[in-house]
Nanobody
Framework: QVHLVESGGGSVQAGGSLRLSCAASGSIFSITSMGWYRQAPGKQRELVARITSGGVANFADPVKGRFTISRDNAKNTVYLQMNSLKAEDTAVYYC?????????WGQGTQVTVSL
């Protein structure tokens, strides 16, 4: 079992920045990919960004050029740096981890961007 703890959400004005962190702990042998999804009210959960153990990252089109993702394999931690935030980035952000064929989700952290 893998346990995920997210931190770094909050409220910010449009144009501001936030950094999310997600630390994985528990029975970890080999995490293949780590990433972030988000879900806005009334919308489906969507991929924001993910990164493989080798450092290959991919991003959803709405966040390209504004968000970066990185991971510390030694700490089993993934980070999402969010810059130039927009009101439409407001959502609950969920950490997501693939480990030995299983998917794990964090509890979610709220990000609110005001105009």
């Amino acid at each position: 079992q893998v346990h995920l703890v997210e931190s770094g959400g909050g409220s910010v004005q449009a144009g501001g920045s936030l950094r999310l962190s997600c630390a994985a702990s528990g029975s970890i042998f080999s995490i293949t990919s780590m990433g972030w999804y988000r879900q806005a009210p009334g919308k489906q959960r969507e991929l924001v960004a993910r990164i493989t153990s080798g450092g290959v990252a991919n991003f959803a089109d709405p966040v390209k050029g504004r968000f970066t993702i990185s991971r510390d394999n030694a700490k089993n931690t993934v980070y999402l740096q969010m810059n130039s935030l927009k009101a439409e980035d407001t959502a609950v952000y969920y950490c997501n981890v693939f480990e030995r064929g299983s998917v794990y989700w964090g509890q979610g952290t709220q990000v609110t961007v005001s105009l």
